[in-house]
Every structure is written in C-alpha cells, then in structure tokens.
C-alpha cells in the first residue's frame, strides 16, 4: 500500500519554518541597517528602531516552533504506524 503522504506535501510546521526564517531575515538586515551608523560615526538611528532588531529572536523561535511541531507530527505518525501493524 502507498503511503498516504505525497512527497511535495508541505508536512507540519513548515509554514512556521518559512515565515520564521522571513522573520528573522528581516531582523538581521534592521540590525545590520540600525549598527551601521554606529560604526560608521554617522547620526545613530532613534531608540525605537533598535525594537526592530528583535526580530530576529522572534523569527528564530517561530522556526524552532515549526521544528518542534514537525518533530511531534513525526512521532505521531511513526507511532499510528506501528500500532497498526501489531
């Protein structure tokens, strides 16, 4: 019998994945954008623009979410599989 799943299905946790990867991308270039006229001796940018450099936390834990639901959506499956053959 086939497996149920096809092989370019998106599995669990892969939007979370892609979108915390966004995230954090985008986090990294504010952070880049926000440092440089430290480093440059320009002007610094307002205090809240360093808010945006959190991002990059935000978009690292949003993919570690969808690691960790692609792991628990494995182990469900992988146990639905053996029960079913006892």
Do not use: H, W
């Amino acid at each position: 019998m086939r497996d149920k799943t096809q092989a370019n299905s998106a599995a669990a946790g892969d939007r979370l994945i892609r979108a915390g990867a966004i995230v954090f991308f985008v986090g990294a270039v504010s952070t880049l954008v926000t440092v440089a006229p430290l480093l440059l001796g320009t002007k610094p940018f307002p205090t809240y623009m360093y808010g945006l450099c959190m991002l990059m936390g935000v978009g690292f834990l949003m993919a570690g979410a969808g690691v960790l639901q692609s792991i628990a959506q494995g182990r469900r499956q992988a146990r639905g599989v053996g029960q079913r053959q006892e």
